[in-house]
């Protein structure tokens, strides 16, 4: 049985909010960059570094098949987050931007050549454009864009124009981590595959607030990051399909991803090892795993419910201020928890100063979607993001600081 999901007992849960920031209790509104960790994960990666610590894989000694086996069972957990359908095809990775640079690398360099198209679009970190970018460059392919519309959704409008038999690779977010906008990924993998085309998911902002299901999404590759959702930093994950994964040549080379080293020529491990080169980062894997199992825990559901519902209260209160501009779609159906907003003429900048001297910590920037900024003519946004511990009087607390950055500017 669950218990009712008590937004003010789970912010207790996460021990870097219980401190003041300026002499203000610290509220945290930055979570799209990286959430916060809750006790839970930090003492399995405490009482991982205390007990079991060793090199995995390697040993035979009691430590090392002990972090062998956290490290494999954290796989597991991940996994079985996102519904995979085998644990061999999640890949360990550094994070998400790491998992769209092996397949821009390992997939692309072999399977896309002049004259063919990537097709990305407008709403896309700078993760999801710059690999696709280099690798247009080394295979001379052409790089095309779905173009957004004025609530900086997709257009699909023109899919077909930019969607073509060219098109070998739709690399596309499930989540915009500037404005927060869900993007249809199951249709959009439908279309793509139509046409031929394989289907990358950039999910560092998918994976977060609920769980996501591979298989039902229909796509080939999702990549996404421990820190995002509560886990560690240095940690994150590729799913591809299996078929994929065994056809692609090695992202790197080194230790731990090979079967047969000789003199001139090696062999390879099999997936999802042949991609894991080098002494992988054990501990975040561990930590990834215990923030699935930590989610897991709190419920789905009830995080979901949650967030709706502050943002809910959020949109309404932040809509109000006088001057604002709120960017992204209107809809909440629409739109993760991020609230991405300008002030009149105050800058992101000074927004975002004058509410951390009231404790209030924002984003402000480009959010490394420069593109988007361009489409909306800004040089930057202030961006308040949200996740399960925080609170309406959080909420409160931006608003009261909004007051003040109005006080400053009048
Ligand atoms: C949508 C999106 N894609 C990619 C990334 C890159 O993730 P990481 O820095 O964890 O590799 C981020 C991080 O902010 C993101 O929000």
Not at 248 to 257: I, N, S, V
Not at 278 to 294: E, L
Not at 369 to 397: I, P
Request: net charge negative.
């Amino acid at each position: 049985m669950t218990t009712r999901f008590d937004p003010v007992e789970m912010r207790s849960r996460f021990p870097a909010l219980a401190q003041e920031v300026h002499g203000r209790p610290l509220v945290y509104l930055d979570s799209a960059a990286t959430s916060q960790k809750p006790r839970a994960v930090l003492d399995v990666i405490d009482e991982y570094y205390e007990h079991d610590n060793a090199n995995v894989h390697r040993g035979i000694h009691e430590l090392s098949r002990r972090a062998t086996v956290a490290y494999e069972e954290a796989r597991t957990k991940v996994a079985r987050w996102i519904n995979a359908a085998d644990d061999s095809e999640l890949v360990w990775t550094r994070g998400t931007t790491e998992a769209i640079n092996l397949v821009a690398m390992a997939w692309g360099l072999d399977n896309v050549a002049e004259g063919d198209e990537i097709l990305i679009s407008v709403l896309e970190h700078h993760s999801n454009i710059v690999p696709w970018q280099i690798l247009a460059a080394r295979t001379k392919a052409k790089l095309r864009y779905i173009e957004l519309d004025d609530q900086g959704r997709l257009d699909l409008s023109t899919l077909d124009e930019v969607l073509t038999e060219r098109t070998k690779i739709l690399a596309i977010s499930h989540v915009s981590n500037s404005l927060g906008t869900i993007n249809p990924v199951r249709t959009l993998a439908e279309a793509a595959h139509r046409v031929g085309a394989v289907v990358m998911v950039d999910g560092a902002q998918g994976a977060v607030h609920t769980q996501v299901d591979v298989q039902a999404l229909g796509v080939d590759f999702y990549a996404f990051s421990g820190h995002k959702m509560c886990g560690p930093t240095g940690i994150g994950a590729l799913w591809a399909k299996k078929e994929l994964l065994e056809a692609m040549a090695p992202y790197q080379g080194g230790g731990e991803m090979i079967h047969i080293v000789g003199r001139d020529a090696s062999t390879w491990a099999s997936v999802p090892h042949k991609f894991e080169a080098g002494t992988p980062n054990i501990a975040g894997a561990v930590g990834m795993g215990a923030a699935v199992d930590f989610l897991t825990d709190v419920g789905v559901d009830s995080i979901v419910e949650h967030e709706r519902a502050l943002m809910e209260y959020a949109m309404d209160r932040v809509r109000a201020v006088p001057g604002i501009t709120v960017y992204g779609p209107e809809s909440l159906d629409e739109r993760s928890a991020v609230i991405s907003f300008t002030l009149g003429d105050a800058h992101p900048h000074d927004i975002s100063t004058i509410l951390d001297a009231e404790g209030v910590a924002v984003r402000a920037g480009h959010h490394c979607a420069q593109l988007v900024m361009k489409h909306f003519e800004v040089a930057a946004t202030a961006r308040a993001s949200f996740y399960l511990y925080n609170t309406t009087d959080d909420v409160d607390r931006l608003i009261e600081g909004l007051g003040k950055v109005r006080e400053i500017f009048a």
